[in-house]
């Protein structure tokens, strides 16, 4: 490719002073003519990175699949979160199917796409829990009737 600027690199893993295991990753280091990195966390941001979009995709994974319940769990506005879940059909991470004729009704499920940023939210989630801070007093995870989908 013309303008890309390929450069080798290696993993480079160490532990740091609470003990942990940091590890830098990259198979290569890839730069537009214009010295922006290429990679495929941008690419993944461009799809999902934003927050009511990987709320969403929370929602589903938890098997709250219609609009409304997708909508109380998150507390996206309506037009944001329609706009998310047209993205997300149209990047393939979510797919739209029809439960009901009068009136037409639809709920999400995830794709192998979706499915497949579940381990990643789980692990964002720990990274929360760890790194994050509090919630606002008043706020909780339970709701009447059972637990609430972590944020």
């Not at 160490?14 to 290429?38: H, L, N, P, Y």
């Not at 998150?74 to 979510?94: D, F, I, S």
């Not at 760890?130 to 009737?145: D, F, Y």
Request: net charge positive.
């Amino acid at each position: 490719m013309v303008g890309l600027k390929i450069k080798p690199t290696t993993l480079v893993v160490w532990i740091d002073e609470e003990k942990e295991v940091v590890v830098v990753m990259a198979d290569f280091d890839t730069f537009a003519a214009d010295g922006t990195r290429i990679c495929s966390i941008a690419d993944a941001l461009d799809l999902v990175g934003d927050r009511w979009s990987l709320l969403v995709v929370r929602e589903i994974g938890f098997d709250v699949r219609r609009f409304d319940q997708i909508r109380t769990r998150t507390g996206a506005p309506r037009q944001m979160l329609a706009a998310r879940l047209r993205k997300l059909e149209e990047v393939g991470v979510v797919q739209r199917r029809k439960y009901q004729d009068r009136p037409e009704r639809y709920e999400y499920v995830l794709t192998g796409a979706g499915r497949a940023l579940l381990p990643v939210l789980a692990e964002l989630r720990q990274w929360g829990q760890r790194h994050a801070p509090s919630r606002p007093a008043g706020r909780t995870n339970s709701v009447e009737g059972g637990d609430a989908p972590a944020s």
